[in-house]
């Protein structure tokens, strides 16, 4: 049973830093791409970013490109979201996310698990 655990949410103000992180466990998690969505309030989830199974390709959205990093440690079978220069249009619950089959997550057509979210709160 594969088990996505996000934590690292918070209150921030603008322009500050904060980095998320998630523990996967049930599947070998050296095999699977990993990525983060996030959902606004009243809004749809959307894809933030994701990374390759070996870390070696990163995709990004467009309105993170630049501000936001994903990283991954397979040794630790985690995988980190590095949020710099936060703006409250930031805000949102964040969810990591898991791929179905082996391959890079590039929308939820891809994802087959998820986590149950951590809260960002950009705000001064």
């Known amino acids: 049973q594969v088990q996505l655990v996000e934590s690292g949410g918070g209150l921030v103000q603008p322009g500050s830093s904060l980095t998320l992180s998630c523990a996967a466990s049930g599947r070998t998690f050296s095999m699977y791409g990993m990525g983060w969505f996030r959902q606004a309030p009243g809004k749809e989830r959307l894809f933030v970013a994701a990374?390759?199974?070996?870390?070696?390709?990163?995709l990004y959205a467009d309105s993170v490109k630049g501000r936001f990093t994903i990283s991954r440690d397979n040794a630790k079978s985690t995988v980190y979201l590095q949020m710099n220069s936060l703006k409250a249009e930031d805000t949102a619950v964040y969810y990591c996310?898991?791929?179905?089959?082996?391959?890079?997550?590039?929308?939820?057509?891809?994802?087959?698990?998820w986590g149950k979210g951590t809260l960002v709160t950009v705000s001064s």
């Open positions: 996310a898991q791929s179905r089959a082996y391959g890079m997550i590039r929308s939820s057509l891809q994802v087959g698990y």
């Open positions: 990374i390759s199974w070996n870390g070696g390709s990163t």
